[in-house]
């Protein structure tokens, strides 16, 4: 990724500095003939120090690397899963929306029935009809009620097969 070739070029870079400052001191130190064995080795664990930091900082931007990649395509998908639900979410709005303007228009034209049926007077008379057939209901409730009591009294006065009982 971008960060992985950005951290490759400033590790060369920094390698070739490092190289370049311990060919420049010793040869400064022969210049001056002062060149020991202990600087030698002192610059050899330097640059062992200097790769092996390198190295693991290579490592490091490597697994950063593939971190971001993972985050990043986890947030691609999150940005799916929030559309899918807006999308959801504004089409049960439409729904709604929808159903409560059939039920709006569906009470509308009920409240016209009754005015209409007020205006005509028939409303009245309509209501009136129900009252009158609900009392006609319960004197025809009332009767079939009598009628069975009365075949419970009439049956229970006759005796089994013989009408003169």
Not at 56 to 78: E, F, H, Y
């Amino acid at each position: 990724s971008g960060i992985n070739a950005e951290y490759g070029e400033f590790s060369m870079i920094f390698m070739r500095f490092a190289v370049l400052s311990i060919v420049v001191l010793l040869a400064s130190s022969k210049k001056n003939g002062n060149v020991d064995s202990e600087t030698v080795e002192e610059l050899k664990e330097l640059l062992l120090t200097s790769m092996q930091s390198i190295v693991s900082l290579d490592k490091l931007v490597t697994d950063l690397s593939d971190k971001v990649a993972r985050l990043t395509t986890a947030m691609s998908d999150t940005e799916l899963d929030v559309k899918i639900l807006k999308s959801s979410v504004l089409n049960s709005l439409q729904e709604l929306t929808n159903s409560l303007t059939s039920t709006k228009e569906d009470v509308e034209l009920m409240n016209q029935d009754v005015q209409d049926l007020q205006k005509s007077g028939n409303l009245t008379e309509i209501t009136e009809q129900v009252e009158q057939l609900t009392a006609s209901l319960a004197e025809t409730e009332a009767k079939v009620n009598n009628i069975g009591k009365e075949v419970t009294v009439v049956s229970g006065e006759e005796g089994k097969g013989d009408p003169s009982v």
